[in-house]
């Protein structure tokens, strides 16, 4: 089983507009309703992948109520071990222009977390910990969480032997990565703002100096550079597609994780990863992946050991 | 008791924003839940004045709950006969960018009603009748329903001798009209897509052609114009004021509405219905009035008999 915990889970909404004028009115044509936070989107796709999954985090307040049905009438589902909190899962609103596809995203801050809602999952996330194969700890903290709350799950990880992959940016990060996760997956920006480095390949050294046993960090539609104990690679698409980058990075999570599973090595690893994340890119619905896709590029994403930084 | 109609009621969502750019993502500071749709808000405020009302028209879904929740908890609160409904309610969010309070407004489209829930609302609507002193039709139609629903409930109202007010816009106005309510209450653009004219009092001469005994035309700061059997009036406030105009409309009615159910004639019913939306324009809360304004400005508001168009 592989477990996934968000701790900021979010009922997505997806609004579709001709174009997003502000400080005018629109009529929105089509609304999607999806349940999402990056750890959510990240067990959509391993259990789609065929993996056993189980997804943690808060949920709670109506559209807490929504997110776990909405979980639950999924295709592969994964098993909703979320902890139930008083407070009012937060949403988020995708504003996509039909025809150019462009994303205006509005996030609310999500609920309140009581220091009794945090040792409930506390508990929860132990028990779960001696059945995990591997861990993904994913996203933005809610408001009453201390920014420390990734350092504890880390070391939590660590102690149990399960591997773990930290997916956050800022303060977390910062905090999470001193507790020497296995693995931390930041974008460019990510890293820079880790870091202070712009290079990314230096900077992915830097953050792997910080604490990180393994970065893999994403160029976006370039793929993805991976520094590691074992070496480092370059991962790249055959070429780069156009489409909805949203959830691309959850499912480089996701492809990283499930080849980590299966016992396979970094090269394999990078190559599910790209090939995963390029086909969440070329899917019509945000956050899903083209299947033909992503079996076409298994074959055809290039991975080659990087050259050391300058 | 006075009666609404929102037949697409909305759980209003307002997000504030430091300010909205497309295409980027925002974290949102501060949400606020609100129960909505315009007939909601008459209600709000009616009740606020001390009239008993009474809410019908469509609630359903996750949504639907929250937000007879939230109206059973306002501290002045109108009497819940919403028809349930299978769908969901829609939401509307309203970005409002910190410092400037502009606003960009994303309203869903709303459930579909099916046939049985139509008739389900005819039968709630015709047993509230006979005990309304006066009753408003708000609102956009939720997809589903007839294009000539307004007109249904017109027919009904005059057959049961109660005085009836259409708030409503295109072609849902365009049909109303011709059922010959009491009062509609339009904004200058209404009114001059209903009618052709772009002079207001040119084109609420014509709406009254159409079918409607009375028209209060808004100028939006510049106050109102009446057409009515009895004669035509302007009404301002006495100063044009800055604020948020969320609902001001909303105020009309229900001061429109307000006087006409204490016997009151045209020209105190013109002067409440401006203090009140003025007041509302005041007021921080988008939809709530400034009570101190609002006394302050029902003696300071100016109605004159308005000189014939040219």
Request: with cysteine; glycine share 10%; proline share 8%.
């Amino acid at each position: 089983m592989i477990l996934t915990v968000t701790l900021n889970t979010a009922l997505d909404l997806s609004y579709a507009v001709p174009a997003l004028v502000p400080h005018t009115s629109h009529r929105v044509g089509e609304v999607t309703e999806r349940p999402g936070g990056k750890g959510v989107n990240v067990a959509r796709v391993l259990t789609a992948l065929g993996h056993d999954t189980v997804v943690t985090g808060f949920a709670g307040g109506p559209t807490g109520t929504v997110l776990r049905e909405l979980l639950g009438t999924l295709p592969h589902r994964p098993t909703d071990a979320l902890v139930t909190v008083a407070g009012n899962t937060r949403r988020t609103v995708a504003v996509v222009d039909r025809g150019t596809g462009d994303t205006t995203q509005l996030n609310e801050p999500g609920p309140h977390i009581t220091a009794g809602e945090w040792a409930d999952l506390l508990l929860t996330y132990r028990e779960l910990l001696p059945g995990a194969e591997a861990v993904a700890l994913c996203g933005s903290l809610p408001p009453g969480i201390h920014v420390g709350a990734y350092t504890e799950l880390i070391r939590l990880a660590r102690a149990a032997g399960v591997p773990v992959l930290l997916d956050t940016a800022g303060e977390p990060l910062r905090r999470g990565i001193a507790a020497r996760p296995d693995l931390v997956k930041p974008n460019t920006d990510e890293l820079a703002q880790l870091t202070g480095a712009l290079e990314p390949l230096r900077a992915a050294h830097d953050a792997r100096r910080r604490g990180a046993h393994s970065v893999v960090a994403s160029l976006g539609a370039e793929g993805l550079i991976a520094v590691t104990p074992d070496g480092a690679w370059r991962a790249a698409p055959p070429a780069a597609v156009r489409g909805n980058p949203t959830g691309a990075g959850d499912s480089v999570v996701a492809g990283l994780l499930s080849a980590l599973a299966e016992g396979l090595g970094w090269e394999d690893r990078l190559r599910r990863a790209v090939a995963l994340s390029t086909a969440t890119v070329l899917a019509p619905a945000a956050g899903e992946f083209d299947r033909a896709a992503y079996e076409d590029l298994s074959a055809r994403v290039t991975v080659e050991p990087h050259p050391p930084a300058d």
